[in-house]
Antibody, heavy 122, light 111 residues
């Protein structure tokens, strides 16, 4: 059973950084992309970027360029998303989601992690 | 403001069919057959319901179907059931620079 389990909720001060983890099980970790999508309270979904877990290649949404970093540790089947220079606008639930590497554009996401609430407040 | 436009809400009675539209542009929905739809119940993670415009993942009911015409994609749910009540989001590939864009979401109420 393919499953993604994320780290717990975080409370951060403005200007700080947060690192969210996403541990995979039930599939060949290195055969997938890991995407990150966030959802502000009461708002819609916003794509942040992806990492090819095998190669380490990344693509970030322009909005987050210079402020986001996506990495992975294949030995422990875990992907990470770090967001820096946090503001209150970054308060959101952050989701990881997988997509198999199959030579096609990885433009849909399945499965999803349970989400990690990041609250930015002074 | 979301890149793709969805109605804020739709409703239907049990057993009926409803359709949710998702309007983009010739740079996203109109150019690629890479539209996907996600169902999200309150407090839960999104779940993939349709990918590549009209394909259903294993385990998703055949009451869910997707289509596209020009710059508008649609999700149709037939034989509405109470458990279909949720938020639905469309998503489209928008080229290598932007990658993907989401719609603002549609709240489905089963009356």
């Amino acid at each position: 059973q393919v499953q993604l389990v994320q780290s717990g909720a975080e409370l951060k001060r403005p200007g700080a950084s947060v690192k969210v983890s996403c541990k995979a099980s039930g599939y060949i970790f290195t055969g997938y992309y890991t995407h990150w999508v966030r959802q502000a309270p009461g708002q819609g979904l916003e794509w942040m970027g992806w990492i090819n877990v095998n190669s380490g290649d990344t693509q970030y949404a322009q909005k987050f360029q210079g402020r986001v970093s996506m990495t992975r540790e294949t030995s422990i089947r875990t992907a990470y998303m770090e967001l820096s220079r946090l503001t209150s606008d970054d308060t959101a639930v952050y989701y990881c989601a997988a997509r198999e590497v199959d030579g096609e554009v990885p433009a849909w996401f399945d499965p999803w992690g349970q989400g990690t609430l990041v609250t930015v407040s002074s | 403001q979301s890149a793709l436009t969805q109605p804020a809400s739709v409703s239907g009675s049990p057993g009926q069919s409803i359709t949710i539209s998702c309007t983009g542009t010739s740079s996203d929905v109109g150019s690629y057959n890479l539209v996907s739809w996600y169902q999200q119940h309150p407090g839960k993670a999104p779940k993939l319901m349709i990918y590549e415009v009209s394909k259903r993942p294993s385990g998703v009911s055949n009451r869910f179907s997707g289509s596209k015409s020009g710059n508008t994609a649609s999700l149709t749910i037939s034989g509405l059931q109470a458990e279909d009540e949720a938020d639905y989001y469309c998503c489209s590939y928008a080229g290598s620079s932007i990658f993907v864009v989401f719609g603002g979401g549609t709240k489905l109420t089963v009356l």
